[in-house]
């Protein structure tokens, strides 16, 4: 807590002399942007004088000691008004209401820290992190199983229950690649968990942003050849197959899934729009 005042202290002090500065410099350049101006037209005034001066005493309207005088005079001005600086700074008060404000904020925001934050207390480690989640009789984010399942896997790899409820919380966890990580695991012991084929698949299929490539086409094949009545592989197998114009292989792999819906079900009604749809 110590080192974050100092730290805030020093950030407040530095962005005050910045702001301090920054003003300095804009008005420094504005007048002598002014101040350029007027030289400008001061001299402009006093060449002129010095001409109408010359054309007088050309003509004869003005005797010699008259025009030296009078022309001496018009170049004193002209010099006075190319070396006299007008200096514009910033008053003593106008530097207390920015340091002012600035230190204001920066107690503000300590305040609120002390208030909400939790003050002298250290970043705890992951591993600590995931201890209390292990230890939560709270309900847990999906993030938080998988990160809990994530460390049991480790200590116990060869636990398929483990491994599976680890991809099921990675895959609701939104971290699909993960999950088909953790159900290729399961599938390298229990290479005949039809289940597991099929949640794979859907792995995969979430990772492809619902495309149906061809490995996850496989692990739906591997599902159904285990189990026909894994009903999520069949919907995914169809669905391949009518992106690709199969409209009959479609058909086959639809059939007993509408066939399991009830007549009243709104997907079984979708399925056969779809067909009808495609094969028109």
């Not at 847990?140 to 990160?147: D, H, I, K, N």
């Not at 086409?217 to 199969?246: I, N, S, T």
Request: hydrophobic share 50%.
């Amino acid at each position: 807590m110590a080192i974050f005042s100092i730290l805030c202290a020093l950030a407040t002090a530095l962005a005050a002399l910045m702001v301090l500065a920054g003003a300095r410099r804009g008005a420094d350049a504005g007048q002598g942007l002014r101040q350029g101006e007027a030289g400008a037209e001061s001299a402009d005034a006093a060449a002129r004088e010095l001409d109408e001066l010359d054309r007088l005493k050309a003509r004869g309207l003005l005797a010699e000691d008259a025009w030296a005088s009078a022309r001496a005079e018009a170049g004193r001005r002209l010099l006075a008004t190319a070396v006299a600086p007008v200096v514009l700074r910033n008053g003593r008060r106008d530097r207390q209401w920015v340091l002012g404000g600035l230190t204001v904020t920066a107690v503000g925001v300590l305040a609120l820290y002390g208030l909400f934050g939790k003050p002298g207390m250290g970043d705890q480690a992951y591993e600590t992190r995931v201890e209390d989640w292990a230890e939560s009789t709270e309900p847990l984010e999906p993030a938080q199983v998988a990160a809990v399942l994530t460390r049991e896997a480790a200590l116990r790899p060869q636990e398929p229950g483990i491994l599976t409820m680890l991809g099921a919380a990675r895959f609701q966890a939104g971290d699909p690649i993960g999950a088909a990580s953790a159900f290729r695991r399961v599938l390298a012991i229990r290479p005949d968990d039809a289940q597991s084929w099929a949640r794979l698949g859907e792995s995969l299929v979430r990772s492809q942003d619902g495309v149906v490539g061809a490995d996850a086409e496989a692990a739906f094949h591997e599902a159904v050849k285990r189990d026909p009545d894994q009903l999520g592989a069949l919907f995914f197998l169809g669905d391949a197959a009518l992106a690709r114009g199969d409209v009959a292989e479609a058909r086959r792999q639809w059939t007993p899934l509408m066939a399991a819906l009830d007549p009243t079900d709104p997907r079984r009604a979708e399925l056969e729009q779809r067909l009808a749809g495609a094969g028109q």
